[in-house]
């Protein structure tokens, strides 16, 4: 993860000194929102267990790069996406119940798209790499009354991709609404619990992103 940082910030920096005296701009791209994990109730229920199910939470992002002009500006950004958490309760009828929690986060590289269909209107479209970092726990009250738990994070490069549209308020600010989904591949827990340690291979996960897009090209 660290090389892929690297490589992000001198990849941005390095471009936008190069196009310091080509026909562009400098960007800073902020997104704020709600995620909507990929989770369905189907996949958990159980005759006669009670499940509640949170995919939904407060989420955003942050990109910086540098997009040149033309009939369609294209550039390359970089920077940090931040997913929220999906959470699960379960209750069966033995009294037993369990909580897990799952958290997305990482580190973004890629290129986006921007049209202005008027002075005042665009529409803009990106896609890239996503460095997913999920953090997972995990916790079981027994009907004996002990109770079980673990923590563990799954790293991998799965992809993003995005839409969006808004208003030019300035040649410098422009807003409006986006949609990003995050994709993480499956891969094994690392886990301080021997038992989930590196032999217990978590799905793929898939995030969709709706936000409001803020953006300031210097």
Do not use: C
Not at 31 to 58: C, M
Not at 118 to 135: C, I, K, L, P
Request: proline share 3%.
């Amino acid at each position: 993860m660290r090389k892929l940082v690297t490589l992000a910030v001198a990849l941005t920096l390095g471009t936008a000194s190069a196009a310091a005296f080509a026909d562009g701009n400098v960007f800073v791209n902020a997104n704020a929102g709600y995620s909507d994990y990929n989770f369905n109730r189907s996949d958990y229920s159980e005759p006669g267990v009670f499940t509640h199910l949170r995919k939904r939470d407060p989420a955003g992002a942050l990109r910086v790069g540098y997009r040149w002009r033309s009939v369609v500006d294209y550039g390359v950004e970089a920077g940090y996406g931040y997913l929220g958490q999906g959470e699960l309760k379960t209750l069966s009828p033995d009294g037993e119940s369990t909580r897990s929690k799952q958290k997305n986060r990482g580190f973004l590289l890629g290129g986006n798209l921007n049209y202005n269909i008027t002075d005042q209107w665009y529409v803009s479209a990106r896609a890239g790499w996503f460095r997913g970092r999920n953090t997972y726990s995990f916790y079981d009250h027994l009907t004996s009354g002990g109770s079980e738990s673990f923590r563990g994070t799954g790293t991998a490069t799965g992809e993003y991709l995005g839409v969006g549209a808004g208003f030019n308020v300035n040649r410098h600010f422009s807003l409006g609404l986006a949609y990003d989904t995050y994709h993480t591949p499956s891969t094994p827990v690392r886990s301080s619990n021997p038992y989930f340690d590196g032999s217990q291979p978590i799905r793929g996960t898939r995030a969709g992103m709706l936000s409001i897009q803020g953006e300031y090209r210097l």
